[in-house]
C-alpha cells in the first residue's frame, strides 16, 4: 500500500527535524544581515541620486538665468561681469561651489545685435555625498553636470 502525501512529509520532517534544532533564531539574524547589507546601499543610492538631480536643477537654472542677463545687456563688459555674477548667485543657492564652474558664453553674431542667440553654457562638479575628501577632487567622487541655455536678443532692443 503507498503511503499518503501527507504521511510522507511528517515521515520526512520526523527525520530532518534533529539536524535543525539548532537553528531556532537565526532567521531575524539572517534578515537583519541580508537587510543590512541591502538596505545600506539602498539609502546611499537615493542620497546621490537627490543630490546629483538638485545640482543638475541648478546647473540648469544657473545657465537659464545667465543667458536671460546677457540678452538684456548692451555693453560686452557689463555683460560678462552680470552672468559671472548672475551663475555664482544661482549656484551658492543650490549649495553647489561656484568657484569650481565653468562658464561659456556663445553669441551667433555681436551679442548686442537684435536677433543674436546667446548660447551660455555652465558646467560644475559635484561631489557625491559622504565621499571623503580625498577623493571628493577626484573623478570617482565627483560627477561633472553641464547646463545649457539659450535665448534670443529681443529685435525690439535698440540704444536707449
Excluded: N
Amino acid at each position: 500500500m503507498l503511503a499518503s502525501p501527507g504521511a510522507r512529509s511528517d515521515a520526512l520532517r520526523r527525520r530532518l527535524r534533529p539536524r535543525f534544532a539548532g537553528d531556532d533564531g537565526s532567521a531575524s539574524l539572517e534578515f537583519l544581515t541580508v537587510g543590512m547589507i541591502l538596505l545600506v546601499p539602498l539609502v546611499y543610492l537615493v542620497l546621490a541620486l537627490a543630490s546629483i538631480q538638485a545640482a543638475a536643477l541648478g546647473v540648469e537654472g544657473a545657465a537659464r538665468q545667465a543667458a536671460r542677463i546677457a540678452v538684456l545687456q548692451t555693453d560686452d563688459g557689463a555683460s560678462a561681469s552680470s552672468v559671472e555674477r548672475t551663475v555664482r548667485v544661482v549656484l551658492a543657492d543650490y549649495g553647489i561651489d561656484a568657484g569650481a564652474a565653468t562658464v561659456a558664453v556663445e553669441c551667433s553674431a555681436a551679442c548686442d545685435e537684435p536677433g543674436t542667440r546667446i548660447t551660455v553654457r555652465v558646467s560644475a562638479a559635484v561631489a557625491l555625498p559622504l565621499v571623503p575628501q580625498a577623493l571628493a577632487g577626484s573623478a570617482i567622487g565627483t560627477v561633472q553636470l553641464d547646463g545649457i541655455a539659450t535665448h534670443t536678443v529681443s529685435r525690439f532692443t535698440g540704444p536707449s
